[in-house]
């Protein structure tokens, strides 16, 4: 692993971080020693800061992620005829780059929380303060660990900063291990995390965010490949003890002058700066445009968004390629009424002469060609626009989605009892714009399903809800119906897609060996006893 063991302390030494803009706005300072350099707590801030940033890195968070680890689901497809290779449509080897830096931003962040860690006690500061970072630093470490586990499976673990170039050859971690690890992190820092109404924003993490991915990975743990079914249960108190904080709610108010949905404001907030910790638990932060000095943008609404393709008119849409558009699959989900369908996939086009915007017909042919629409450029407020970059932030973990999984673990330890009803229909009323609190014949899910037909209605209400979210590939990999579901669309696709028929071809590539993403070439050429993972 010589390519993370060359991440020195100078990598820590950075402002840059998603969130910055909430608590750091430093330059760089020189190169230091771990004595002098974590000798305050402002500089424990700083060298905190170095862990966030690379989430917001565009080889993760930033861009590719979104745009192209996620791009082929049963949700949505590459939008792009000439696309036959790469992430995108599952055609590609160990070589491919985008491999490599994902795996280098992973353990760069695992890096500098390593280096947080080994030097947290040596700056004279309140204690309490001092867990806290340590705390979100541990947080971190695993949440990179899980970022890992989830596409590569075992890897191996370093849990100790690397200084020299040394120890090159480090095994596999068996899996389980991996998980082990990220539950002990994870767990140790629930402990000493604050409330998210003490930290007022949603670019660190909080006690109930900690809760939140604690039974995210849980339910991880109780799917494929691991199968610990005992995790079903722990999974449920976690999503419950986020319940029962009182510090989130799903949002239901919104703006009638700008849309018509209490969904669609969600989004509007990543676009504006506008923290809603109810709803939105943990976002990556993203600020300005690169004319003020700050190179913290991310391609949110740029790669992923309405297509806008003239620079004349960037300054009111904002320019944006459009890579990502929803399966025919996706729109049948939704039923008349749902106000998530309008806003979560495109009902209108930009006229590249005009600039006007032309309402899309809601017909069977146009059920298949439809922008992902969720993060709009219109809304942005900083302004110039750049080309490629902007502010949006991006949404790591929803309250919407803690209530879907307490729901889905609900049901797998107890069955679908009133509890899994109601955290469930809660989330369907919102999308209805009836009130979250009272039972609705137009929203609520049907009543007397089977434990079986309540965990498939769960798995339509994730894509419904959580499409684009860059969770849907990870789901049907723990369901274990990742292989199944992308023939099935693909062959929808294929048969119905018309002019865009060619997003067939990333369940059109798949096979199990998909399940995994091979192990980049750069460490299996430098790790003598890394082993690759099946079919590569």
Known sequence: MKNISVVLLTLLVSCSMVGCKKFLNTTPTDTLTPEEYYSTEANLVKALAG?????????LYGGFIFSEWEAGTDDSYYARSGQVTGLQVYNFDFSENRLNTYWNDCYAGIQRANLLIANINLPQMDETRRKAILGEAKFLRGFYYFMLATRFGG???????????????????????????????MKEAEQVLPL????????????????????RVCL??????????????????????????????????????????????????HAQDIYDIKESMWEVDFIGNRTDGYTETGRVGNTIGITMTSVAFEADSGYCYGFI????????????????????LANYTYNNTTGARVPISNTSANMYNRDAAKWRRSYELVFPKNKNYGPTNYPLLRYADVLLMLAEAENQVNGPTAVAYEALNMVRRRAYGVPVSATSTVADAPAGMSKEAFQLYIEDERSRELCFESLRRQDLVRWGKFVTNM????????????????GRLAGQNV???NLLFPIPSSEMSLNKKMVQNPGW
Do not use: C
């Open 220 to 269: 991880h743990m109780a799917g494929e490949p691991l199968k610990d079914q005992s995790k079903y249960a722990e999974a449920l108190d976690w999503a419950k003890k986020v319940q029962a904080s009182g510090e989130h709610a799903l949002r239901t108010t919104f703006n009638p002058a700008l849309i018509n949905s209490a969904y669609g404001q969600i989004f509007i907030n």
């Open 51 to 59: 862990v966030y940033d690379r989430l917001g890195s565009e080889n």
């Open 196 to 215: 998210s109404s003490s930290i007022g924003h949603s670019s660190r993490v909080s006690k109930t965010v900690a809760q939140g991915i604690l039974a």
């Open 155 to 185: 890897v191996p673990l370093r849990l100790d900063p690397v200084t020299a170039p040394t120890n090159v050859d480090v095994e596999r971690a068996p899996l389980a291990a991996v998980y082990d690890q990220i539950l002990k992190d």
């Open 511 to 513: 096979s199990e060996r």
């Open 487 to 502: 023939k099935a669309v693909s062959a929808d696709q294929s048969a119905n897609g018309g002019s865009v028929a060619y």
């Open 325 to 344: 558009k929803g399966t025919g699959r996706l729109y049948k989900l939704y039923a008349d009424g749902d106000q998530r369908r309008e806003w979560a």
